[in-house]
């Protein structure tokens, strides 16, 4: 049986192992006792589990007293940006991100429209396991209500943003095709590219939930797009996760350029047209950072997690960040990972930019990550990371965020799992030899504790 998975991006789990209508029960009715009631944005993506969750989730904060607007079947940062619309109290989205189909969970939002802080989503967890909240007497009950235009307002507030030139884009008549994997996206990105004038090819489109690949938008999941893009002879192609906050490209060429490189992009974009301040995460590629080093810009790392980036971005005033796992933070838009968003400013790019997909990726700097996990069953992952930071103390070395040692061309990046026995070994390296060489020689390493 799987572990259920309580972290700052918050709750998931198996449906009907570890995801159970007790588990999901607790934790919502503390959420809303949390909140004190008021109004809470409830959106899901397409899991078949999706109805079933919601329900509950509807059931217990109408219990607690709130004030439910359910905006159907969006993307997570299509409920971050209902929350700031509706002024709320709050939101959840049911969705597992790019977990398998059999997963679902729970991401819990406060008014700001961003997940809650560590310190706040650890009491809403705590406050649920010990059962501390509030049920309503019948007159104190809340209520629910249907808003279905919350796609249709995302994809609005993207064109408007000053970064997109609609007219542009649309002028280059780009051929795209764009693989949704049968996820909440097919409810947005074909709209947003039919809107930006390009001719639109959609693999897996219908979001009924019954994932087509493996969910993650990792190269090794992309065969259908890529020969997809080949045969299409398309400009370039894009994945997204069933909750639509990561974004893959695929190049004209049909190859994978890698997530880091969407976050990449998007940094040169923003950067090359004013100067500002740049926050991602610790395990985030060094390609981001060396564009902001060339515009002279402030580059800042945080902690792993959307949550620990947004906070980071505020506590700068950064103009951009995000994570590497293809998930760009705008402001001007919200603060939280949004795939639409990077669709259309990879658009943009290349209709500023002379060249094919393939030319644009190449001009970037240029490194390869290898991310890879090493079992630590039997021993204590903290001692395991404090054995590494004495170890390699005269290098280069963050403890911010489990160990990371830079060695000048490249680095490693050690973090221990908050669900499983394992430590996280990512490199990064100018080459895959050299990435890989490095991941082998820190699993050995770890292994060799044991």
Known sequence: MSRLMVSVSGIRGEVGSTLTPEVIEKYTLAFGTFLKGGTIILGRDSRVSGPFVSNIVKGCLIATGCRVIDIGIVPTPTVQMAIEHHKAAGGIAITASHNPIQWNGLKFMDHNARFLEPDDAAKVYKMGDNHEYKLQEWDGLGSDEIDDLANARHNEEILKLDYIDVDLIRQKKFKVVSDCVNGAGGLIVPQLLEQLGCDVTVINGEPNGKFAHTPE?????????????????????????????????????????????????AVKLVLSKKMGRVAVNMSTSRASEDITNYFNGMFVRSKVGEINVAVKMIEIDAIIGGEGNGGVILPELHLGRDAPLAVAMTLQYMAENQGTMRDLFLELPQYKMVKEKVSVEGMDPDKV??????????????????VKIDFGKTWVHLRKSNTEPIVRVMTEAPDMEQAKALADRFMGEVQAMM
Request: charged content about 30%; hydrophobic content about 40%.
């Open 385 to 402: 990371l404090a054995a590494f930071a004495e170890k390699y103390k005269d290098e280069q070395i963050n403890l911010l965020d489990g």
């Open 217 to 265: 938008p990792l190269p090794e999941n992309l065969t259908q797009l890529q020969e997809a893009v080949i045969k299409e002879k398309a400009d370039v192609g894009f994945a997204v996760d069933p909750d639509v906050d990561r974004c893959a490209i695929v190049d004209n060429t049909g190859e994978p350029i890698g997530e880091e490189y969407t976050l990449a992009l």
